[in-house]
């Protein structure tokens, strides 16, 4: 039997669609209106360049052309709305998906130990107790607050001392919780102190099937059709081994199906979708003419 297929200009479509990119760029841009939009993307990354505008400025204000950087920083600064960690890079994420983020804590605590012991930051694991106990009893500090006389790794981007990456590992994997940032340096506390104890991870082993399942469902729904790799990609902590493994399953489930999508060269590839996103996508008016 054959797939069924998503035309290119209707792929295009439904693609903008599910980014907020296919309405006519409008509406309120702060407070809950901002999380709003920041829950229907999924995330938001920063990004330290600033040419025109730093990228996450860019990416809010070409939704809402009343956003002005003022409101992402009152929304994660003040409003306890918002948490920082990673995706595929460093994001802005819905405090409300922070339960989905104890699976990436756990894997970061054994590949960041490796991976950084042998990018030449020796060192750093040493100073974990002192860092905690700092944070603990002055509260709230930056890389710049600690290390001072420790020598710096190789330079460039990673030039850090092995304070700072005690920070950041113990960030990375949940200990810390940054609580805003000084210009584009971070600011770290303890979780216990910033995230509501509801959130925190459960004391028993965790269970990867719950979070793989709610990773890459959340992903479809964001991108309309994907292959088993881009759902895996999209929030960037479910293997691809397990990303397949529920594209099989959830297929099993009825729950989504195989389509073909048309590339702009003419060419098809398969890919995932909702039952019935085919049919759904060519209801979708093109993009307002500003967009």
């Not at 509260?139 to 001072?148: A, H, Q, T, W």
């Not at 850090?160 to 971070?186: C, D, I, M, N």
């Not at 397990?242 to 099993?252: F, G, S, Y």
């Not at 048309?262 to 098809?268: R, T, V, Y």
Request: hydrophobic share 40%; glycine share 8%.
């Amino acid at each position: 039997m054959a797939l069924p297929r998503l035309e290119n200009a209707v792929a295009r479509r439904l693609f903008m669609d599910r980014h907020a990119l296919l309405e006519q760029p409008s509406g309120a841009s702060k407070g809950g209106d901002l999380l709003q939009l920041i829950s229907r993307l999924g995330f938001v990354q920063l990004d330290s360049i600033n040419t025109v505008a730093r990228a996450h400025d860019m990416i809010l204000y070409s939704r809402r052309p009343s956003y002005r950087a003022k409101h992402l920083t009152d929304l994660y600064h003040g409003g306890g709305a918002l948490f920082e960690h990673w995706t595929h890079d460093a994001a802005m994420i819905p405090l409300a998906f922070y339960p989905q983020w104890h699976l990436r804590f756990q894997r970061d605590e054994a590949l960041l130990r490796k991976r950084w012991r042998n990018w030449r930051r020796d060192g750093f694991e040493q100073q974990f107790d002192t860092v905690l106990t700092h944070i603990r009893d002055h509260g709230p500090v930056s890389s710049s607050d600690l290390g001072k006389g420790e020598k710096k790794s190789s330079g460039g981007w990673w030039d850090w001392h092995p304070s700072k990456t005690a920070l950041e590992y113990l960030w990375r994997t949940g200990a810390l919780t940054v609580v805003g940032r000084s210009g584009f340096q971070k600011r770290y506390d303890l979780t216990e102190r910033v995230i509501d104890e509801a959130l925190h991870a459960p004391a028993v082993p965790l269970d990867p099937a719950p979070t793989v399942d709610w990773l890459c469902s959340q992903a479809l729904d964001r991108l309309g059709f994907a292959t088993s790799g881009e759902l895996a990609a999209f929030w960037d902590t479910a293997s691809a081994t397990e990303a397949r493994q529920w594209c099989q399953q959830a297929k099993a489930r009825d729950e989504i199906e195989e389509i073909e999508v048309e590339a702009a060269d003419g060419s098809l590839r398969k890919c995932f979708a909702r039952p019935g996103t085919v049919d759904q996508a060519a209801e979708l008016a093109p993009a307002p003419g500003r967009m």
